[in-house]
């Protein structure tokens, strides 16, 4: 670039925690930001009303104490070097009455970026930022869900702040079509579409030859009943008995209610739950398998989802065998090794696809998805951000 900006401040506004059981889009891009600038990760506001079950008691107990500075809880995914975490202590409710008591405790946790002379950069994954974005250089909102679609979460507060964020948004990202009509048509003048992608060469470095691989199909990801078309879990389990085997990788409805007696169904079927796996664990797992699965439900939420877990298969050398979410059956246009089907037609393509395994068809899935990795997506944010911080100036 013929002018360079100084090192910009970036405060990036997450929708989950940084330790969440999940690495999502907001991670990666968190670790690839960090590579050349300062970033502060704030952790998730709480869209998401919490209720009075455990899981939701325990997140909350776990938030007071890391904003009362508590430090001895470990951390379970690397901090990149020059990030800083922040956990703000606000109220989970978006609403008037806590409105202005959210907002004096998120500008407390912030203080450090509001009050820098470097370039602020509000980067935000979510909509409810308490006017953040009025004391920013550049604003980018990072849109990866239609977030107001998603059981629990307060939409009048996303629709709010998606309102306050357009005026400021020098460019929002979608990473779905669904995504970009929604945020076209909220009033964002500019919207860049880039599909979500993966830590490819993870779940590449530890790829197995056909012959260590087993007829088994993988869902690796959030068990929720929210995502999940349960009954095409349970076919699925029930067409692999005796065949091959059903292995679920992930925690149990992270994002709230309850897959206890859901899992107990499927583990009656034959299918395995292996429990929560960091990336390289994953990876390893992966390269034994023969096929990724993404059995989603189509709903007013999955419709917009881009799921990462597309290319974290075939970077292992995996077929996909997804419901006809649109991100993927789009793909699938593209991809021989991406299959799109309705839910009746599951159990006979999941038997073809688990006798297609050569090292042949093993390298070029790995070789299609090397493209969609996070060393060239992360490249080409940093170079956004390096053009509109010149633009600024």
Known sequence: MGTASPVANVLMLGTAEWDSPIATNQHYVARELARTTTVTFVESLGLRRPRLNRNDVVRMAGRVRKAMGDREAPAHRPRPSGAQIVSPLVLPVHRTPTRPLNRALLRRATGTWLTSSRPRVLWTFTPVTYGLEEAADVVIYHCVDLLATFPGVDGVAVARGERSLS?????????????????????????????????????????????????????????????????????????????????LAGPLAAGGGSFDAELRRLE????????????????????????????????????????????????????????????????????????????????????????????????????????HGWAGRGALLRDLLETELVRGR
């Open 167 to 247: 005026s400021r948004t020098v460019v929002a990202i979608a990473t779905s079509k669904a995504v970009q009509e929604h945020l076209v048509t909220a009033g964002f003048p500019r919207v860049e579409l880039l599909p979500n992608v993966a830590d490819v060469s993870v779940f590449t470095a530890a790829s197995r030859p056909a012959t260590d691989r087993r007829p088994v199909a993988l869902f690796s990801g959030n068990l929720t009943v929210h995502k999940l078309d349960m009954r095409l879990l349970e076919s699925i389990a029930t067409a692999l008995r005796g065949h091959g085997e059903l292995l």
């Open 268 to 371: 009656e079927l034959g299918a395995r739950h292996v429990g929560v796996l960091t990336p390289a664990q994953l990876a390893e797992l992966a390269g034994t398998c023969a096929v990724g699965l993404i059995p989603y439900e189509i709903n007013d939420y999955t419709r917009g989802v881009s799921p990462l877990k597309c290319f974290e298969y075939l970077s292992s050398g995996l077929a996909v065998l997804s419901t006809r979410l649109p991100a993927v059956t789009e793909l699938a246009r593209t991809n021989s090794h991406v299959t799109a089907a309705e839910a009746d037609d599951f159990p006979a393509r999941l038997r073809d696809l688990l006798q297609q395994v050569t090292d042949t068809v093993v390298n070029d899935r790995m070789a299609r998805a090397a493209e």
